[in-house]
């Protein structure tokens, strides 16, 4: 059982910061580093990923390994596809 309704929230925090340009304002790996900090909150309230960046691919970031990639196929990362696939 996951918390979805947090998830959500979460991914709505997320769309609002990037409304406000809050990435343009601090750059890209602060941003990122960020991003990681509200899904490790998350992670802490039984929240999915895959919910919090639904949508957020232009993030570029895997839901499964949250490393950083260009390629992204359904939210993951090519390595994590094939693990997982
Ligand atoms: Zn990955």
Do not use: W
């Amino acid at each position: 059982m996951s918390n979805h309704d947090g998830s959500y929230m979460l991914n709505e925090v997320i769309r609002t910061m990037m409304d406000e340009g809050i990435e343009e304002q601090i750059g890209r790996d602060a941003f990122i580093k960020l991003i990681k900090k509200i899904i490790e909150i998350g992670r802490h309230h039984d929240c999915n990923n895959g919910e919090i960046l639904e949508d957020l691919e232009h993030l570029k970031l895997c839901y499964l390994c949250l490393h950083e990639s260009d390629v992204l196929i359904d939210g993951v990362c090519p390595t994590c596809d094939k693990k997982f696939s």
